[in-house]
């Protein structure tokens, strides 16, 4: 699970095109979207479509994105659930 | 959902809704039309609000025009968004009533949804959405409509009147990312989403020239295109006798965004172009894009 969410975090880092932010100083429980690593509703956008790419994993709804989508920790066990 | 206060204007507006229904049993589309002429005429004497709300677009689009050919217009267009109201109305009570629907361009549409990327397919206040929307049932792939609470209540409305089938799935706007998420797995699926272009509420914006200022209008929908790798095709619908329309494709493009901090330039390149493609269609239209809110000034 740790090889995951450490591919996540160089996934999102990388192709988001994050900077100023190193993958290992995303702390696995902070919160992606607003105060935490500061994405937005279209960096939502784009990691749904990056988890399908990389991962093979459809995120279908609001439900399903609201509660993969709260942290490395919640994104990386929604993946690991369903491929 | 709360409980709906039935204040005197809520039953003033809900007497005068049946009044419309009652004429258009009786006397059909050409009773209907025939009454709204005193009813708005009336209206707009009593009302400062409407005039104050259409006057945003109508001086931008009459610069030259006195209070009193501003009255006029303000007159003609509440009285075309009148007629398009009976025309849902009367659509969804005379199960034989048809309009006559022209599409423009629907080639062009067909070649973008057989490369199976998906479509998202721009939209404005104008003309009669709900039945433009009905027109392009033909596409073969499934129609979503990312839709705000007041335009879902309508169009339920709507659907409901005509035969209890939607041509389209609703996703709502107002949940988490604002509908985004379903948008995107749409699009993934290889579906048309249907997005208004034209009404700034909330999310993700950029600012554009239009009728000679500058305005706000969303850019969510190039943002997920450029993400999905879906085309963008810009589509338009005008009334154009009392019982036909034309829908036309006024553009389309593929949205990309660069670097992340270019991200703002960039969508707002897109937007600028749909922005294009509606003043061309005021230009032509003038009465027919209903919008009563300051663009402008937002």
């Given at each position: 699970?740790?090889?995951?969410?450490?591919?996540?975090?160089?996934?999102?880092?990388?192709?988001?095109?994050?900077?100023?932010?190193?993958?290992?100083?995303?702390?696995?429980?902070?919160?992606?979207?607003?105060?935490?690593?500061?994405?937005?509703?279209?960096?939502?956008?784009?990691?749904?479509?990056?988890?399908?790419?990389?991962?093979?994993?459809?995120?279908?709804?609001?439900?399903?994105?609201?509660?993969?989508?709260?942290?490395?920790?919640?994104?990386?066990?929604?993946?690991?659930?369903?491929? | 959902?709360?409980?709906?206060?039935?204040?005197?204007?809520?039953?003033?507006?809900?007497?005068?809704?049946?009044?419309?229904?009652?004429?258009?049993?009786?006397?059909?589309?050409?009773?209907?039309?025939?009454?709204?002429?005193?009813?708005?005429?009336?209206?707009?004497?009593?009302?400062?609000?409407?005039?104050?709300?259409s006057a945003?677009y109508l001086k931008?689009r009459f610069?030259?025009?006195?209070?009193?050919?501003l009255?006029?217009d303000?007159?003609?267009?509440?009285?075309?968004?009148?007629?398009?109201?009976?025309?849902?109305?009367?659509?969804?009570?005379?199960?034989?009533?048809?309009?006559?629907?022209?599409?423009?361009?629907?080639?062009?549409?067909?070649?973008?949804?057989?490369?199976?990327?998906?479509?998202?397919?721009?939209?404005?206040?104008?003309?009669?959405?709900?039945?433009?929307?009905?027109?392009?049932?033909?596409?073969?792939?499934?129609?979503?409509?990312?839709?705000?609470?007041?335009?879902?209540?309508?169009?339920?409305?709507?659907?409901?009147?005509?035969?209890?089938?939607?041509?389209?799935?609703?996703?709502?706007?107002?949940?988490?990312?604002?509908?985004?998420?379903?948008?995107?797995?749409?699009?993934?699926?290889?579906?048309?989403?249907?997005?208004?272009?034209?009404?700034?509420?909330?999310?993700?914006?950029?600012?554009?020239?239009?009728?000679?200022?500058?305005?706000?209008?969303?850019?969510?929908?190039?943002?997920?295109?450029?993400?999905?790798?879906?085309?963008?095709?810009?589509?338009?619908?005008?009334?154009?006798?009392?019982?036909?329309?034309?829908?036309?494709?006024?553009?389309?493009?593929?949205?990309?965004?660069?670097?992340?901090?270019?991200?703002?330039?960039?969508?707002?390149?897109?937007?600028?172009?749909?922005?294009?493609?509606?003043?061309?269609?005021?230009?032509?239209?003038?009465?027919?894009?209903?919008?009563?809110?300051?663009?402008?000034?937002?």
């Amino acid at each position: 699970m740790q090889k995951l969410k450490d591919q996540l975090k160089e996934i999102i880092v990388r192709d988001l095109k994050l900077q100023g932010i190193e993958p290992a100083g995303i702390e696995d429980d902070a919160p992606l979207f607003e105060e935490g690593l500061g994405l937005d509703s279209l960096d939502a956008v784009e990691l749904v479509v990056l988890v399908q790419k990389h991962f093979g994993v459809q995120i279908e709804d609001m439900d399903e994105g609201q509660a993969a989508f709260k942290s490395i920790n919640t994104l990386a066990e929604f993946i690991d659930a369903r491929r | 959902m709360g409980k709906v206060k039935r204040t005197p204007l809520y039953l003033l507006e809900a007497l005068g809704h049946n009044i419309f229904y009652l004429f258009l049993l009786l006397f059909g589309q050409g009773g209907a039309y025939l009454l709204l002429k005193p009813v708005i005429a009336t209206y707009l004497l009593f009302s400062r609000k409407i005039h104050r709300n259409s006057a945003c677009y109508l001086k931008r689009r009459f610069p030259d025009h006195g209070p009193a050919r501003l009255w006029l217009d303000t007159y003609r267009l509440v009285h075309s968004f009148g007629q398009v109201l009976v025309d849902r109305g009367w659509l969804g009570l005379r199960r034989k009533a048809q309009l006559r629907g022209e599409l423009i361009g629907g080639e062009r549409l067909l070649e973008l949804v057989a490369e199976g990327k998906g479509l998202v397919l721009l939209t404005a206040h104008v003309g009669n959405w709900q039945t433009a929307l009905a027109h392009i049932r033909g596409l073969e792939v499934p129609i979503n409509s990312l839709m705000h609470y007041e335009e879902e209540a309508v169009a339920k409305h709507y659907f409901d009147l005509r035969d209890g089938t939607a041509p389209f799935r609703i996703i709502k706007s107002d949940g988490f990312m604002g509908g985004m998420i379903e948008s995107t797995a749409a699009l993934g699926r290889g579906e048309v989403v249907t997005i208004m272009g034209d009404r700034y509420a909330g999310g993700p914006w950029a600012e554009v020239e239009f009728l000679g200022g500058k305005a706000r209008l969303p850019s969510a929908a190039y943002s997920l295109a450029a993400a999905t790798g879906a085309p963008v095709a810009i589509l338009l619908a005008a009334k154009t006798g009392r019982r036909s329309y034309t829908i036309k494709v006024w553009d389309d493009f593929y949205p990309a965004t660069g670097a992340r901090h270019d991200r703002q330039r960039d969508l707002g390149r897109w937007a600028d172009r749909f922005a294009k493609s509606l003043e061309g269609y005021v230009r032509q239209n003038p009465y027919q894009w209903y919008n009563f809110f300051d663009l402008w000034s937002q």
